[in-house]
């Protein structure tokens, strides 16, 4: 059977999915698993949170901020969808007049609380942020330095999660970011069917937090996968493939896993 790796460099780490396709294979695999729509809701749940994951990793670090903007008094949907809009687009004029670039990628929800923003933003310059709000109370977590955001995106994709399906939300999309952010580069190798059963090996200058390894079979074909992730050391960044060629900075996102399994469902 036919096995793959897809390796995504984002940021401080590297992560790494061995599979075997979906399509025609040599060898014997199971029937496909009764699908439910509580599996596909997960399975979309896993793309998204992969999605926003990557996208963090790939675009802030340490020196940026998540940023929580809440209210004073209580407002409605559509009045924290133009404050959102204004706080954003007064940001792009303060940043402009210091010669800077906004990056953010912000979040709204109003589930069981009161309306509030989440935002994660190049700057960890809470008085300017607080002083541009002005709405309500700024509270701010520093992107910690070890790179990997995993646990930031689970949580913002899980905010929204009930959310921006009603028919009533003001948007539309689980999150929004600035057109500047770069999505990471996925690039696909043929590996050895061992790859499976063999502890991974991290890249010269990374490491690989054994919490972080774990197997499990895809809901629709049952076929195996194996995901593990690589944390640069405190070294300058990966900036070529292992044993490939060199990370160009413009790259766009290719057609890869979440583009595959969005087809399947």
């Known amino acids: 059977m036919r096995t793959v790796r897809d390796t995504t460099i984002a940021g401080d780490i590297i992560h790494r999915l061995v599979k075997c396709p979906s399509g025609k294979h040599g060898g014997k695999r199971k029937n496909k698993l009764n699908i439910t729509s509580d599996k596909v809701k997960?399975?979309?749940f896993r793309l998204a949170m992969f999605r926003l994951w990557m996208l963090i990793c790939n675009n802030f670090s340490?020196?940026?901020?998540?940023?929580?903007?809440?209210?004073?008094?209580?407002?409605?949907?559509?009045?924290a969808a133009k404050d959102r809009k204004n706080f954003i687009d007064r940001l792009k004029r303060k940043y402009k007049k210091l010669g800077m670039e906004l990056k953010y990628i912000v979040v709204t929800e109003y589930k069981n609380h009161r309306i509030h923003h989440h935002f994660i933003i190049n700057s960890l310059d809470v008085e300017m942020i607080q002083r541009v709000w002005g709405k309500g109370?700024?509270?701010?977590?520093?992107?910690?330095?070890?790179?990997?955001?995993?646990?930031?995106a689970e949580y913002l994709i899980k905010e929204t999660e009930k959310t921006f399906r009603e028919k009533d939300s003001i948007h539309k999309q689980r999150y929004s970011h600035s057109k500047n952010?770069?999505?990471?580069?996925?690039?696909?190798e043929e590996v050895s069917a061992k790859a499976f059963s063999q502890d991974p090996k991290p890249t010269k200058g990374y490491y690989i937090p054994k919490d972080r390894v774990r197997q499990f079979e895809h809901p629709v074909t049952g076929l195996m996968h194996l995901e593990y992730i690589e944390v640069a050391l405190k070294t300058p960044k990966c900036k070529t493939w292992p044993k490939g060629k060199r990370?160009?900075?413009?790259?766009?996102?290719k057609v890869n896993y979440i583009e595959e399994q969005e087809r399947i469902l």
């Open 247 to 253: 990370v160009e900075h413009k790259e766009r996102y």
């Open 42 to 44: 997960k399975n979309n």
């Open 137 to 152: 109370a700024v509270h701010i977590t520093p992107l910690y330095e070890e790179g990997d955001y995993h646990n930031l």
């Open 62 to 79: 340490s020196k940026d901020g998540h940023y929580s903007l809440t209210y004073a008094v209580e407002v409605d949907r559509e009045r």
């Open 181 to 188: 952010l770069i999505m990471p580069v996925t690039k696909r």
